[in-house]
T-cell receptor, first 115, second 116 residues
Framework: EAGVAQSPRYKIIEKRQSVAFWCNPISGHATLYWYQQILGQGPKLLIQ????????DSQLPKDRFSAERLKGVDSTLKIQPAKLEDSAVYLCASSPISGLGTEAFFGQGTRLTVV | AQSVTQLDSQVPVFEEAPVELRCNYS??????LFWYVQYPNQGLQLLLK??????LVKGINGFEAEFNKSQTSFHLRKPSVHISDTAEYFCAVTPLSSGSARQLTFGSGTQLTVLP
């Protein structure tokens, strides 16, 4: 079974530029998450999708971050304009819709450096 | 809301020695508990999870954890560590009642370094 795919693996941009990350979840997984992991901290949820609808985006800085999930499969996360404090690893995860305590499967992440 | 506290940010230990990584949580509702491991430049991999039943949970790579409801703890243990166990370990919780919104709340992580 293929895992969660993310690209690019690394990205360096200047502040005020824009950037986009892509995620392809495990086939058949209805739920998709984007997490932000700042160095030295645990991952923090940015947004959760179920199929192509948003379940929770309460922690997404909507003035600069946006996300979409096309046709309930792939997802993109965009930052525009980027700030220095956006430097982090952006993790995508997916899980099946049903089941108690269902495990979330994580991709390798995209490491963003804003200079 | 939930919160997770990992009491040790770094734990150095010699190879073949036992190790315990501590995790405490706070929640007004019952939760499921997880331990994830993150190797350098990799995503998170599930080590083990507690959903219900026996409070001692066994996971992959010889790790186990014990859920203590009265102390709101879920400490991770391994009786004999290997160099390959060097990684960052994260404790996480999700509320039982969240339905489909099974978001994880993570601790800040513990860096386990196994020394030769």
């Amino acid at each position: 079974e293929a895992g969660v795919a993310q690209s690019p693996r690394y990205k360096i941009i200047e502040k005020r530029q824009s950037v986009a990350f892509w995620c392809n979840p495990i086939s058949g997984h209805a739920t998709l998450y984007w997490y932000q992991q700042i160095l030295g901290q645990g991952p923090k949820l940015l947004i959760q999708f179920q199929n192509n609808g948003v379940v929770d985006d309460s922690q997404l800085p909507k003035d600069r971050f946006s996300a979409e999930r096309l046709k309930g499969v792939d997802s993109t996360l965009k930052i525009q304009p980027a700030k220095l404090e956006d430097s982090a690893v952006y993790l995508c995860a997916s899980s099946p819709i049903s089941g108690l305590g269902t495990e979330a499967f994580f991709g390798q992440g995209t490491r963003l450096t804003v200079v | 809301a939930q919160s997770v506290t990992q009491l040790d940010s770094q734990v150095p230990v010699f190879e073949e020695a036992p190790v315990e990584l501590r995790c405490n949580y706070s929640s007004s509702v019952s939760v499921y508990l997880f331990w994830y491991v993150q190797y350098p430049n990799q995503g998170l991999q599930l080590l083990l999870k507690y959903l219900s039943g026996s409070t001692l949970v066994k996971g992959i790579n010889g790790f186990e954890a014990e859920f203590n409801k009265s102390q709101t703890s879920f400490h991770l243990r391994k009786p004999s560590v290997h160099i390959s166990d060097t990684a960052e370990y994260f404790c996480a919780v999700t509320p039982l009642s969240s339905g489909s919104a099974r978001q994880l709340t993570f601790g800040s992580g513990t860096q386990l370094t196994v020394l030769p």
